[in-house]
């Protein structure tokens, strides 16, 4: 049963912070996990990604203001916003992809994805 939940989002204002979790029990043996974001009017956006071997990749955008965590013990993917931006408002998604598609530029590579959690910067 594949099950991803999101949770920690919010309003704060723009040079704060927030953190968002991914809640995960998974599909693939090997796997990689995303945050993709989706403002609106506009395409959805991958933000970060990590492989369960722990490597991570960032968007440009958000390197060196985000950062991924990952607690075994709790199944989560943790995502650390600071320096929050305008530009970062958009509902935030947690997905998953098998090992080798472990891409943010290919969104369509993730097969579940959570219902979302929105972040607002004002």
């Known amino acids: 049963h594949v099950q991803l939940v999101e949770s920690g989002g919010g309003s704060v204002q723009a040079g704060g912070s927030l953190r968002l979790a991914c809640t995960h029990s998974?599909?693939?043996?090997?796997?990689?996990l995303g945050w993709f974001r989706q403002a609106p009017g506009k395409e959805r956006e991958g933000v970060a990604a990590?492989?369960?071997?722990?490597?991570?990749t960032y968007a440009d955008s958000v390197k060196g203001r985000f950062t991924l965590s990952k607690d075994n013990a709790k199944n989560t993917l943790d995502l650390q916003m600071n320096s929050l931006e305008p530009e970062d408002t958009a509902m935030y998604y947690c997905?998953?992809?098998?090992?080798?598609?472990?891409?943010?530029?290919?969104?369509?590579?993730?097969?579940?994805w959570g219902q979302g959690t929105q972040v607002t910067v004002s």
């Open positions: 998974g599909y693939y043996s090997s796997y990689c």
């Open positions: 997905a998953e992809a098998p090992l080798q598609h472990c891409s943010i530029t290919h969104p369509e590579w993730y097969n579940f």
């Open positions: 990590m492989d369960d071997d722990g490597s991570t």
